[in-house]
C-alpha cells in the first residue's frame, strides 16, 4: 500500500467517524426539544402533582439527553484535532493500527464498525487499549480479549 493509499484510509475512517458523531449530535438535539415539548405540554390535572412529577421527567430527560449532547460535542472537537496525514511507525492518536482481522483506529471512541470491508474498533486515545498500544510498532504483540494479537501493519 502507498503512502497516498494510507492516508487515503485514515481520512475515510476519519470522515466515517466524523458523520457518526454528527448524527449523533443530531439525535440528541432532536430528543432534547422531545423532551422539552413533552415537558410543555403536561397538564396539570386533578391527580395532585401528577403534573409537576410529568414535568420534572420531562426536564431530567432533557438534561440527560444535553449531557449527550455535550459529550458528543467534545468528541467531535477532539476528532477535529486528530492528524491523520501522518504516517506513524508506532501506535498514537491519529494512526491505524492492523492486526489479523482487526484494526484500531486510535481517534475517536466509537467502538467497533465494518466499513471498507474491516473491522474497525474506533479508539479514543485515551481508551485502555490504546493506551496499551501505544508506542507499539509492526511485529509487536499485546493481549486483545484475552488473546495475544501481534501487529502486522502502524500508519
Known amino acids: 500500500?502507498?503512502?497516498?493509499?494510507?492516508?487515503?484510509?485514515?481520512?475515510?475512517?476519519?470522515?466515517?467517524?466524523?458523520d457518526l458523531i454528527e448524527q449523533r449530535i443530531a439525535v440528541s438535539r432532536l430528543a432534547i426539544d422531545q423532551a422539552q415539548q413533552a415537558a410543555n405540554q403536561e397538564e396539570k390535572s386533578s391527580a395532585g402533582d401528577k403534573y409537576e412529577t410529568g414535568r420534572a421527567m420531562g426536564h431530567?430527560?432533557?438534561?440527560?439527553?444535553?449531557?449527550?449532547?455535550?459529550?458528543?460535542r467534545k468528541e467531535l472537537a477532539s476528532l477535529h484535532a486528530i492528524n491523520v496525514d501522518n504516517i506513524y511507525e508506532a501506535a498514537a492518536a491519529g494512526a491505524?493500527?492492523?492486526?489479523?482481522?482487526?484494526?484500531?483506529?486510535?481517534?475517536?471512541?466509537?467502538?467497533?464498525?465494518?466499513?471498507?470491508?474491516?473491522?474497525?474498533f474506533f479508539l479514543s486515545?485515551?481508551?485502555p487499549l490504546a493506551k496499551q498500544l501505544q508506542h507499539k510498532k509492526a511485529g509487536?504483540?499485546?493481549l486483545f480479549n484475552g488473546l495475544s494479537t501481534t501487529i502486522l501493519r502502524v500508519y
Do not use: W
Open 125 to 127: 486515545p485515551d481508551a
Open 140 to 142: 509487536d504483540p499485546f
Open 1 to 18: 500500500m502507498t503512502h497516498t493509499e494510507k492516508i487515503a484510509v485514515k481520512n475515510g475512517l476519519k470522515k466515517f467517524a466524523l
Open 60 to 72: 431530567l430527560q432533557k438534561d440527560m439527553y444535553a449531557r449527550q449532547l455535550s459529550e458528543n
Open 96 to 120: 491505524l493500527v492492523e492486526c489479523a482481522g482487526v484494526h484500531f483506529f486510535i481517534a475517536a471512541g466509537l467502538g467497533k464498525h465494518i466499513t471498507g470491508g474491516r473491522t474497525v
